[in-house]
């Protein structure tokens, strides 16, 4: 990638939309076939541990998940359930009182307007207590294949360290920046799924690095926080 001229950060983004494209097939060739870090077995166990990841680690989800799926294993068995019996399993996650009602009360949503069945459509999923944006695109990527691109913590940070969006940009519009760069395809899935894990080895919140190689050399020059544009 040829390193362009200086572009004021209010006036135009670090990298041009040609360069953000190379760089984003560079990070998902590295990644070949990235896959969910949340372990889930069909669409009500990915909702529930998308939703329960919120502000919290994948490895915390995991931990308590097995427990909570044995107990509830279905929509009707959490909305049965009592909401402090669910938060008593959940307890080690940060917000899990606030998780335990959103848990019951979409459990109940599934059961009582969708046949106890995940909807397989993001405007349906974000009537669901608890789940926005963000976790819908998630659970229709992982659980129905439907192409997306979610944003988590670390790829708004990639994209925003690029200055493809401003620093104040929601998720929201970080991934329709993102939908909009890319073409349209299954791809989108790999792209998610690359960028965060990209975030979390290479491009931390705290000293981030770049990957051995001159083709990571760019980098240096046009990623905010490694020094770059500014």
Same mark, same amino acid.
């Given at each position: 990638?040829?390193?362009?001229?200086?572009?004021?950060?209010?006036?135009?983004? *670090?990298?041009?939309?040609?360069?953000?494209?190379?760089? *984003?097939?560079?990070?998902?060739?590295?990644?070949?076939?990235? @896959?969910?870090?949340?372990?889930?077995?069909?669409?009500? @166990?990915?909702?529930?541990?998308?939703?329960?990841?919120?502000?919290?680690?994948?490895?915390?989800?995991?931990?308590?998940?097995?427990? &909570?799926?044995?107990?509830?294993?279905?929509?009707?068995?959490?909305?049965?359930?009592?909401?402090?019996?669910?938060?008593?399993?959940?307890?080690?996650?940060?917000?899990?009182?606030?998780?335990?009602?959103?848990?019951?009360?979409?459990?109940?949503?599934?059961?009582?307007?969708?046949?106890?069945?995940?909807? !397989?459509?993001?405007?349906? &999923?974000?009537?669901?207590?608890?789940?926005?944006?963000?976790?819908?695109?998630?659970?229709?990527?992982?659980? *129905? !294949?439907?192409?997306?691109?979610?944003?988590?913590?670390?790829?708004?940070?990639?994209?925003?360290? &690029?200055? $493809?969006?401003?620093? !104040?940009?929601?998720?929201? @519009?970080?991934?329709?920046?993102?939908?909009? &760069?890319?073409?349209?395809?299954?791809?989108?899935?790999? $792209?998610?799924?690359?960028?965060?894990?990209?975030?979390?080895?290479? $491009?931390?919140?705290?000293?981030? @690095?770049?990957?051995?190689?001159?083709?990571?050399?760019? $980098?240096?020059?046009?990623?905010?926080?490694?020094?770059?544009?500014?």
């Amino acid at each position: 990638m040829k390193i362009h001229p200086s572009l004021a950060q209010e006036e135009a983004p *670090f990298v041009t939309d040609a360069e953000a494209k190379q760089l *984003f097939d560079q990070i998902m060739a590295l990644y070949p076939d990235p @896959q969910p870090t949340l372990h889930a077995e069909d669409p009500f @166990q990915i909702l529930v541990a998308v939703m329960l990841s919120a502000q919290t680690t994948d490895v915390a989800v995991n931990a308590v998940t097995p427990k &909570l799926f044995a107990a509830y294993p279905t929509p009707a068995d959490m909305a049965a359930a009592p909401v402090e019996a669910i938060a008593a399993i959940i307890s080690r996650l940060g917000l899990y009182r606030t998780k335990a009602a959103h848990l019951k009360a979409l459990s109940d949503i599934l059961v009582k307007e969708y046949a106890g069945k995940v909807p !397989n459509k993001a405007a349906d &999923l974000v009537r669901l207590p608890g789940v926005g944006k963000k976790t819908a695109t998630v659970v229709l990527s992982d659980a *129905f !294949n439907i192409p997306g691109v979610a944003v988590d913590t670390h790829v708004s940070r990639i994209v925003k360290g &690029l200055g $493809l969006v401003p620093q !104040n940009a929601t998720p929201v @519009q970080v991934q329709a920046r993102l939908e909009a &760069l890319m073409p349209p395809s299954s791809e989108w899935i790999k $792209l998610h799924r690359s960028l965060i894990r990209f975030g979390r080895e290479y $491009l931390r919140a705290r000293d981030p @690095q770049v990957p051995a190689g001159t083709q990571w050399a760019f $980098l240096e020059t046009h990623y905010l926080p490694l020094g770059g544009k500014s």
